[in-house]
């Protein structure tokens, strides 16, 4: 395939110490010939792969010094690209970077598109759609364990077990084919009824297993959001500051994508929570008494987890009530904070209240019971035995709808051959879910759908 060479900034806008300015294409060693100069006058066109090279940038208009570089050149195919690979390295600051960017893109290389280096991998069959989608997730992870479910991915992990599933259909495929081609043997169709279930009921299973890690997977990627309720004063603020203090709030401001907002995350053991701010306040003070029970449910129910604060010194009020039940039928901690003080909450009645969800006793202001809040959270959701080390997660929506299709057109064909409808029609059921499969892995998708998915990524990546 041929394609023009394209430029981005490649690190993230702001103060970094360093930055770099990646070409990739044809073009990228002759770009950089006509603007490095290397202090023993070599051009990096004759320069070995893989190699760094210290020297400036000129502008060949007017022959001043731009800027003092590192200029990394890697040659296809072995490159993120299979393309040459140029990396420029120059001081950090947005100032200095746009200026290399400039230099470059009037010397003949074309400002890339949000996600097209990646695109170029996948165009080149570097990488596989799932792959790509994954590197799009590491560059947002938010925790280790969401960084290890992308890195796992990007390795292919997902990639080949659709491979195996789709094997699977294939052959089951080529058995009716069998059966269909010699249908005057009548074992033959025996062997294939009773082998069509057994297989097709092997993907289904296998597919099922996979959807059971989205849950999980899809918190790891996107973050729980969580919102703090409780009546003024409980401690909802301190809260927020323990978790932000204890757990380093990683403040995400993602450049070159629709969603430019600043969204803060905390990290507890693993378990991304993304704070959201709930008509417009984080933790909402009193939401319940200002708009009804009903609507501050209907408010609540945006998030996926709930942390409810009581005050431990003082008895539960009308209030109190009022936010569980706002807040029944959701995820929920209870938290009765401020035990350094003498106790006035009745915890009987807290618990009867609370029902299946977790109470957890603390004292913000001592530090106390800040482990056991954060050990609520993560049994809530990893129960304690998951680990994204031994597990394959699917954790992208655009493939956990395609894994459900599959599933469904799977449960179809079963349900079926059960009913000894004509294996010729089973066969219509199974090559869609074998397309649908194929999506996930960029087999089967159309161009405008790739576009559209690339279109999604930072730029530079
Ligand atoms: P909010 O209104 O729910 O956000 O409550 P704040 O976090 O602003 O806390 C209200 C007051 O209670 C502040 O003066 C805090 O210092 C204090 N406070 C928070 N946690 C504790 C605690 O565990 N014990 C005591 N004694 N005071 C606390
Ligand atoms: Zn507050």
């Given at each position: 395939m041929e394609f023009d060479t394209i430029a981005a900034i490649s690190t993230p806008m702001g103060e970094g110490a360093i930055a770099i300015v990646r070409l990739t294409g044809d073009e990228a060693l002759s770009i950089i010939d006509k603007i490095y100069k290397g202090p023993s006058g070599k051009k990096l066109s004759e320069a070995a792969s893989h190699t760094i090279h210290y020297g400036h940038l000129v502008d060949?208009?007017?022959?001043?010094?731009i800027e003092e570089v590192m200029v990394s050149v890697m040659r296809a195919p072995k490159t993120f690209t299979r393309e040459d690979v140029v990396e420029i390295n120059c001081h950090g600051g947005l100032v200095s970077v746009k200026k290399v960017l400039n230099l470059v893109l009037a010397n003949g290389a074309r400002l890339a598109d949000p996600g097209e280096f990646t695109k170029r991998a996948f165009l080149n069959g570097r990488i596989d759609l799932s792959q790509a989608e994954a590197v799009m997730d590491l560059i947002r992870a938010k925790t280790d364990r969401a960084m290890n479910v992308a890195l796992n991915q990007m390795e292919g992990r997902l990639s080949k077990l659709i491979q195996r599933l789709r094997q699977e259909i294939l052959e089951t495929l080529a058995h009716v084919e069998v059966n269909i081609d010699y249908p005057e043997y009548d074992d033959v169709e025996e062997m294939t009824h009773h082998m069509l279930i057994e297989k097709a009921t092997f993907v289904r299973n296998e597919l099922q297993k996979l959807l059971q890690t989205a849950e999980q997977g899809k918190i790891l990627r996107e973050g729980i959001s969580t919102v703090i309720v409780g009546?003024?004063?409980?401690g909802k603020s301190s809260l927020l500051n323990s978790f932000v203090q204890e757990n380093k709030a990683i403040v995400t401001d993602i450049p070159?994508?629709?969603?430019?907002v600043i969204e803060e995350y905390v990290n507890v053991r693993g378990v991304p929570l993304r704070l959201v701010d709930t008509a417009g306040i984080?933790?909402?003070?009193?939401i319940v008494e200002r708009i009804g029970v009903e609507k501050s449910r209907a408010v609540l129910?945006?998030?996926?987890?709930i942390l409810l604060v009581l005050n431990y010194a003082e008895e539960l009020s009308a209030e109190d009530e009022n936010i569980f039940a706002a807040a029944r039928g959701m995820d929920v901690i209870v938290i009765v904070n401020?035990?350094?003080?003498p106790q006035k909450i009745d915890l009987n009645r807290v618990k009867e209240l609370a029902g299946s969800a977790p109470v957890v006793t603390t004292s913000l202001l001592e530090d106390r019971g800040v482990d056991e809040l954060e050990e609520a959270i993560s049994a809530l959701f990893f129960?304690?035995?998951?680990?994204a080390s031994d597990l394959t997660y699917v954790s992208n929506t655009r493939h956990i709808a395609l894994i459900t299709q599959a599933l469904n057109t799977i449960d179809d064909a079963i349900t079926a051959i059960e009913n000894g409808v004509p294996v010729d029609l089973v066969q219509i059921d199974l090559t869609r879910s074998w397309e649908l499969l194929g999506e996930i892995i960029g087999d089967t998708v159309s161009e405008s759908l790739i576009d559209q998915l690339f279109s999604q990524f930072c730029l530079g990546k």
């Open positions: 060949p208009k007017t022959e001043k010094i009546r003024p004063n409980v070159g994508t629709t969603r430019d984080r933790e909402t003070e009193d129910k945006e998030a996926d987890l401020k035990t350094d003080l129960a304690g035995e998951l680990e």
